[in-house]
């Protein structure tokens, strides 16, 4: 299905999706599970599946946990009791978005913005849930001629760090400059809130450690940016992203992210 760019920001997800609207099954975890089991999870499905786990009570959905709310808790207690002793709902972001198929992108990508999250869910029936996050609007991207190109993304500040500095003070920049990732200094590399979750569960989530904030942080793993050449249009952004498992871009001065590719459909 080909479209024309100017159409889809006003257009219902139902139809710009169709089947694939409600393809994707709601992670969940329970309100008083502990926190280690949710950050476990997240180190599964973060950017490859969703954006977040729903936290419910019984089954009423309540809120939603993503990697933020477990950076946030590490850098106030970063010890094994955060993740053993704290509960799932002592951290829970209750601004959780349930739509309806009939909303537009345009609306939905505004509710998105004003929690600082890709995240929402649509009912089913039977209290079942279907998740809409960055995945499903990079398919919307790629099943569209959208021709915005890169140049046509705001910049924005490219927010980086040292070889040297260590996990608190990468946690530090995240947390000051709203971002899920920063870049290496003078790389190509970058580290997000998954690979500081992944490192920290190889830490046996900090079992006596209580130092985590000071430990260098190149012993992590970090993952490298796609480097393109040309000002590609938002389809073929989106189809490079979907195929990613951790995708970010960087094009000349710029540093594209999924994040940036919903606001621009948004627009448009």
């Not at 950050?39 to 490859?48: A, C, H, P, R, S």
């Not at 709902?89 to 909303?103: A, C, F, M, Q, Y």
């Not at 809409?132 to 001629?145: A, D, P, Q």
């Amino acid at each position: 299905m080909t479209e024309h760019a100017s159409t889809i920001s006003n257009r219902p997800l139902i139809e710009l999706l169709q089947d694939s609207l409600t393809s994707t099954p709601c992670v969940n975890v329970r309100k008083n599970a502990k926190v280690k089991v949710v950050t476990g999870m997240l180190v599964q499905y973060l950017e490859t599946f969703t954006d977040s786990v729903v936290v419910r009570d019984g089954t009423k959905p309540i809120g939603m946990i993503g990697g933020r709310e477990i950076i946030q808790g590490v850098y106030k207690n970063p010890s094994s009791d955060f993740f053993e002793m704290k509960r799932v709902e002592d951290i829970t972001d209750g601004r959780l978005n349930i739509v309806s198929p009939d909303i537009t992108l345009e609306e939905l990508v505004t509710l998105w913005k004003s929690v600082g999250r890709a995240f929402a869910v649509i009912g089913m029936g039977n209290d079942d849930y279907s998740v809409i996050s960055v995945k499903k609007l990079l398919e919307i991207g790629m099943g569209n001629n959208v021709e915005s190109h890169i140049s046509e993304i705001p910049k924005k500040k490219i927010v980086t760090f040292d070889r040297d500095d260590t996990f608190g003070d990468v946690i530090r920049l995240m947390l000051e400059n709203k971002t899920r990732k920063i870049m290496l200094e003078g790389t190509t590399k970058f580290i997000n809130d998954r690979i500081i979750i992944e490192t920290i569960e190889k830490l046996d989530y900090l079992l006596g450690n209580d130092s985590f904030l000071e430990v260098p942080v190149s012993v992590a793993s970090l993952e490298n940016a796609k480097v393109v050449s040309e000002d590609l249009n938002l389809t073929e952004i989106s189809r490079i992203m979907y195929g990613m498992s951790q995708p970010l871009i960087m094009q000349a001065d710029r540093v594209i992210s999924p994040w940036d590719v919903c606001l621009a459909l948004g627009r448009i």
